[in-house]
Structures are given as C-alpha cells and as structure tokens.
C-alpha cells in the first residue's frame, strides 16, 4: 500500500482488518514461503502418490537388489528389489496422514483439558496439572514405546500413543492463556450479561487463545513425525512391508557399507519435512504474536 | 433526588480473599477488601464511591455484580438479596444490573464486531425480536453516538472514547436499571472523559438510570453525583449528599482529599494537607479507627474504639470520633501527628 500524505487522500482507507494483517505478515516471510511450499509438495506427493511412484512400491525383483540410484530407480533399490523411491513416495502418505491425526487429536483433547483447568481453576485445576506434569516428565519415545506394548502395534494405536503424548504440552499451553484471558474485563462483562460457562469459554477465551495454539500444533506435526519413524526404526512402529520412512531407514542399516543410499533418502525426507514445518512454525510463531519474537 | 424508592440496599456487606500459603496452599490469612460496608441507593440517583486506590469500592462493584462471591452481608435489589439467588435467577436479573468497566481497551473482546458483542448481550438476555435485532442493535448505538455504518467494525478499529462509547451501549442493550460505572471515565483524556460523562449524564435522564459511580476523580464526583459515598481501607468514612461534603466535609480524611483537588483560581491561596505513610494493609487493619495511623487529628480514643456513625445535618453521617466528641471543627486544630500543610 502506499504512503499518502496526511490530508492528501480525501477517502478515509479502511482499515486492515486482523486478518488480513497476519495474512500479509505470512506472504511476506520468507521462512513461510519456503517451509508452506516444501509442505505443499509433500501434501500433493501424500495425496497423488498412486501417480507419482513409477513402481509399485511392494513388488520384489529379486534380480535387482541394492541397486545404486539410476536412470530406471532414481533412488535406487533396497534390499529385496523394491523401488526405493516408489516407498519413499508411499512412506509420505503415511508420515503425513498419522502425524496430522494425531496431532488433531491430541491437540482438541489437551486443548479441551487446558480449557478447564485454566477456566475452573482450583482443586480441578491442582488435579490436572499435577497428571499433566508427571507426564511431560516422561520422555516421549518411552511413553509411546509403553503405550504401543500395552496396546499392540497398530496404525490406530500408533495414532493414540501420539495423540496421548500430545495432551499434556496443548494442555499446559491452553492452561496458561486461559490464565491469562479471563481476567481480562470482556470476560467479565459477558458474566455480567449471564453469559454461560460453556459460552464464554467458546466463544470469548478460546478464540482469544488461539494464536500459541496454532503454532504449538505446527510444532507438534513435526514431533509427531520424527516419533512415527523412531518407531518404526526401533520396531515397534508401522509394520512391514508398509513403506515408512523409519522403517526403510531401519532396513537399511544392515547395508549400509554396500547400499548407503538406503538410509540417506529416507533421512533426508524426514529432515525436510521436520525443518519445513518448523520453519512454518517459526514464521506462523513472527505472524500471531509480533510481540514475543525480538 | 433523594427521595426515590429505595433501589438496591447494601447491608454489611464482606468480601475478603485469601491469602494462600504453605506447601499444602492452606489460607493463611485474608485481604479485607471490603470489610462490613451499608449503604442505600434510591431509584434515579447518582452515589458514587470514592476514595484512593486499594480502598475496596472497585470490589463493592465486582461484589454488587456477582463478579465475585461475597463473604457476608445482604444486598436488596428491589426487596431481592443479590447473594442468595440460584444460577437461573441470578441470570434472568443480571438484565437489570450492569456494568461498565475502566479500560476500554480490555473490556470489548477483539475478535467480535461490534454488532456480534451487542446481539450477544440482547440474545442472553432475550431482548427483543431476532428478526429486528440490526435495527435495535443500531438503536442502541445510536444512543451513545455510534453510527450505523461503524456497526460491522472489530473494537481495533476504534478509539479510546469509541470504545467506551460501545461498552456502555453494551450495557444499556439489556434496558438495565442500575449500572455500575468502574471507573468508567478515569482510562480516557480529559476532553473525552467530559464528552462521555455528559454522554452518562444524558443517558440517565433519558432512560431513567441509577447510577453507581465508582471513581477517585473528585473533579469527575463533583460533576455527576447526587450523593457521595467515602471509603477508606475497606470500610465506609462518611456518606453524604454531593452539596454538603464538598461544603462542610465531615470525615478528617475527606476533608483531606477535598484539599488536594487542584484549584484553577490562581489567586486563591489554597491549603493542601499531605497525608504521610502509606494505607496501611487491608491483611491486618490498624485497630479502633482505620484511618488514625494517618489522621493528623488523631488522639488516643480512635486507636482504640472504632466509631460509629454521627448523624451532622440532615444530609451527612460521617464515621469519626472527633465529631462524637464535639470537635466539628477540627480543621482549625492543630496537628496531633506528622502530616503537612503546604
């Protein structure tokens, strides 16, 4: 927009609405553009992957196994003669879809319990928080491993184990800005109305509060994603032959002397997806709240 | 004025919050916020409740409104006690009192329009039609000087004034009869804070409003009220009509704070007495007289008893020994203590 001269422009400009004043502190970050379109990419590979993979990504040629990357296998084979890349492509699907329900999850379940600690406060509040923090005390692989024992290895389970992980961080975030929320005078005000608790909690807090939420679930995807392959690499994980990204890197140890690119393009999916989603999350973080960065 | 019905009767009321403490976060002790407080408000007339910050009238708001939950006392509005109704009555007449509050800036949620806020309010409340609810939400605007072109706008878009402009819209949609006023003007410029107190003012005779001016601008007081409530650590000093205490102010600490409003009269010579110390702690309140660690006519009976209320003139009661005791004229003693003139 241009600058005009005080006076010079007889129509008054309508102000920026909050909206549109995010959105242009988006488009003009450069850590935005590059992580939002490495995302974009691997959403439509996610989705298209049927197109896109030359191979079907479980045939086994016995014939041509541990091939170096080549005209025909642009990444190469592993070892039973699979199409490296074909897996990679499949594997994106099932890092994206899991990490994306998870994290859905365990945000709307955390987000909901932060609500009503924050909100009710007192004996509730004491109870939840004191939960809350003997969880975050426990690394997340160990917690997720436990889960997945006691539940079984499952697609669905480890969906649940992630999600579950999930809670308490959203938990403690929303805790915190509902603290700091509903003191302010608005709130009251809707008390003062006859407002029900369902309604200010709804409608006045939680869209107040949804800045360190969003980014929080920006980060947390890419949490989730590096949980789903250190599964799958210890095993405990998406079983095989569902292709993986942890699970192919896993396989790939044995060869590594003779086919290191087995474990170098899985590793270096996993990495550009976790940076881009930080970088996402770092450029959504200068966007919501101008105000904590520098 | 002072002879309306009687609209909402405060009787002793309480309200004390805890001081947590310990590993097992027990209560240790409490903050005596407002501590035994009575007074009356009749129908169409301004009280409001002054005194310096800390001193508990902004709480007899919060309490008033049910904001907080009072430790004790009664509350009659129209012959019903406010702190004995169920959630459900509690509601269907939080419609007759509202509230406006200090800052505009926290007291409008930022992501609603202006409109949103405003239907919100009449839907709780079950004012009106839906159907005609933009007119009727456009009505009210209208009545604060709020245009209807401006009704689709985020509270962001608006200044200082606007704002409390639309806060006091918000409490008028549910045609209240008393409203609270919190400091309603203090976060404003002065030449806005006279815009929306004449804005109050003429809303009052319009609607027929009863007001409750909380404030501890007595320029502002002076302006608006019809009888003046003065609070000191918690407890009520003196009560009185508007004319006679900034005439004849009976308390030692109103007469204080009466010559510390600025004079414009650059001629005149004016007196100021400076309080020294700081308000003692509403944790553990001075004994006898709460105001005599800093009343510079204090003597030995006010550290021990704790007065009661005297009755001077028809129109002012004032909680003070030296006036049970014959000394209306104190102003002209000298200095039991180590305040100052200047």
């Keep these: 927009m241009q600058e005009t001269a005080v006076g010079a422009s007889k129509k008054p400009k309508k102000p920026l609405s909050h909206r549109r004043v995010i959105l242009r502190r988006l488009y003009k970050n450069p850590q935005v553009i590059v992580g939002g379109s490495i995302i974009l990419m691997f959403i439509l590979v996610a989705v298209f992957a049927s197109f896109i993979a030359p191979f079907d990504p479980y045939e086994q040629v016995m014939g041509r196994r541990l091939q170096e990357p080549c005209s025909e296998h642009i990444m190469g084979t592993d070892w039973l003669g699979r199409d490296l890349f074909s897996r990679l492509i499949y594997g994106t699907r099932v890092s994206i879809s899991i990490s994306l329900s998870a994290t859905a999850i365990g945000a709307a379940a955390g987000i909901l319990i932060g609500l009503m600690s924050g909100y009710y406060g007192k004996a509730l509040d004491t109870i939840i928080m004191g939960i809350i923090n003997i969880m975050m005390a426990l690394p997340a692989i160990i917690l997720a491993l436990t889960l997945i024992t006691i539940l079984g290895t499952s697609t669905r389970n480890i969906i649940i184990a992630i999600a579950i992980f999930a809670i308490p961080t959203f938990a403690r975030v929303t805790r915190g800005s509902v603290l700091g929320v509903k003191k302010l005078e608005y709130v009251d005000a809707a008390r003062a109305l006859g407002a029900s608790d369902a309604r200010i909690i709804f409608k006045h807090i939680l869209p107040n509060i949804s800045a360190p939420l969003i980014i929080q679930s920006t980060i947390y995807v890419a949490s989730a994603v590096l949980i789903i392959a250190a599964l799958s690499f210890l095993g405990m994980g998406v079983q095989p032959p569902t292709p993986e990204w942890g699970g192919i890197l896993d396989g790939g140890r044995e060869f590594f002397a003779r086919a290191s690119h087995i474990m170098i393009f899985p590793g270096l999916f996993i990495l550009f997806l976790v940076v881009s989603i930080n970088l996402l999350g770092d450029g959504l973080r200068d966007a919501l709240e101008p105000k904590q960065t520098k | ?342």
């Design chain 2, 1 to 342: 004025m002072t002879d309306g019905k009687v609209l909402l009767e405060v009787q002793n009321l309480k309200q004390y919050f805890p001081i947590k403490g310990g590993i097992l976060g027990r209560t240790v002790n409490y903050v005596r916020a407002v501590d035994d407080i009575s007074f009356v408000v009749r129908e169409g007339e301004v009280l409001s409740l002054v005194g310096e910050s800390g001193c508990g009238k902004s709480t007899t708001g919060r309490s008033l409104m049910r904001l907080e939950k009072p430790n004790g006392g009664q509350a009659f509005f129209n012959g019903v006690d406010l702190f004995k109704l169920s959630k459900r009555e509690l509601r269907n007449l939080r419609g007759d009192i509202q509230i406006i509050f200090q800052d505009p800036y926290a007291s409008l949620n930022p992501r609603r329009t202006v409109y949103q806020t405003i239907d919100e309010a009449m839907t709780i409340q079950k004012i009106g039609e839906r159907a005609n609810r933009r007119r009727d939400v456009a009505e009210v605007l209208q009545a604060v000087g709020i245009g209807e072109h401006q009704m689709d706008l985020y509270p962001h878009q608006f200044s200082g004034g606007q704002r409390q402009r639309i806060g006091i819209a918000r409490a008028l949609s549910v045609k209240p009869k008393l409203i609270i006023c919190d400091e309603a003007v203090s976060a404003l410029d002065v030449s806005i804070q006279a815009q929306v107190l004449n804005l109050l003012m003429d809303l009052q005779r319009r609607f027929k409003l009863t007001y409750i001016f909380i404030s501890h601008d007595l320029g502002v007081v002076r302006h608006i009220s019809d009888k003046i409530v003065v609070m000191y650590l918690g407890e009520i000093v003196e009560v009185s009509d508007q004319k006679a205490l900034f005439n004849t102010p009976g308390h030692p600490y109103t007469y204080t704070l009466l010559t510390s409003i600025p004079s414009t009269n650059l001629d005149e010579k004016k007196e100021r007495i400076i309080l020294t110390g700081d308000v003692p702690s509403p944790v553990n309140p001075p004994a006898g007289c709460r105001f005599h660690t800093r009343c510079p006519w204090a003597y030995e009976r006010c550290s021990v008893e704790k007065p009661s209320f005297y009755q001077l003139g028809d129109a002012q009661s004032v909680a003070c020994h030296l006036l049970q005791d014959g000394r209306v004229d104190f102003k002209n003693l000298p200095f039991e203590n180590k305040a100052t003139k200047e």
